[in-house]
């Protein structure tokens, strides 16, 4: 097992970003904890010493970015772990969400770790190692109803994400996408809702916003449970592409696959018939 990485993970304040730095802690690593206020890292603080150092960044503050890294690189001199974990939903109907919500969510779920892993990206490159990891959701990769807004926002991050791991294979980075199902932490608390509902999207979004509250400190899913799960992808000599974590998210992953599948077999011919007469057809991309 590798020993003593350096990590750098967003969104320390609770929940996994909390639960993951406090872990990576336990086993000996040295830990970069960022957070919006850094002064909710002070426990870690004061318990591991010199092996964290807590730092402000709002990830969607280019400024932050640019210093909380300069100053992990000056401090521990490498980054071998990034964890791209800040996040929140904005839930509703895709008809209900105000404009501004949506593109605060962009905001953070995409453009923030975009850019936070633009940023580190160079010294990775630079050592020739390194591992992403980008906390997606179950929501990453099935549309829930009620949740189309903050589903965009993870489908896009698991686009960049899917893309990034192959540019990056070969120069010794590995990316892994990490997709938890319904876990404790202060993500139900923290979700935007619309202002106003529409009355015809009660049985769908409204569903799934009573969903939402009712499971609100019901989650299954143990925080530190998954902090543990990604340390072992994370020393695994082979790390997945996606890491689920919880049997919920199985479940509905496996009936996305079934489903896409059936609709590829019923619809093949069709597909298929759609070139210029006579052209052969390449794989995509080359
Ligand atoms: N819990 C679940 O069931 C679940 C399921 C699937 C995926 N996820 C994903 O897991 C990730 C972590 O969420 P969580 O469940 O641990 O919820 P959480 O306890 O609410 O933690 C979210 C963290 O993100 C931070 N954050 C939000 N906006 C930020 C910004 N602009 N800059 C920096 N930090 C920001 C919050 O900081 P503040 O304290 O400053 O607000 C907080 O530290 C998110 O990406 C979420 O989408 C959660």
Redesign the pocket.
Known sequence: MKEQQVWFI?????????ALAETALEHGERVVA????PQ?LNDLVLQYGTRILALP????QSFDIQAAVSQAIATFGQIDVLVN?????VFGAVEEVSDADIKQQF???VY?SLNVTRAVLPHLRRQRSGHILN?????GFVGFAGAGI?CAS?FALEGWSEALAKEVAPLGIRVTIV????????????LVSPDQAIEDYAATSGQMLQWLDQMNGQ?P?D?KRAATAILQAVHHSAPPLRLLLGADVLDVVHAKLEAVAADLAAWKDISIDTAFEGLAVSAIGG
Do not use: M, W
Request: glycine share 18%; with cysteine; charged share 10%.
């Open positions: 967003t969104g320390c304040s609770s929940g996994f970003g909390h960022t957070a919006r206020n909710q960044l709002d990830v969607t974990n800040a996040g929140y939903g905001e953070t779920n923030g906390i997606s959701s179950s929501g903050y993870k997709e938890p199902g319904a876990f404790r932490t202060a993500f139900n608390s923290a989650q899913g925080p």
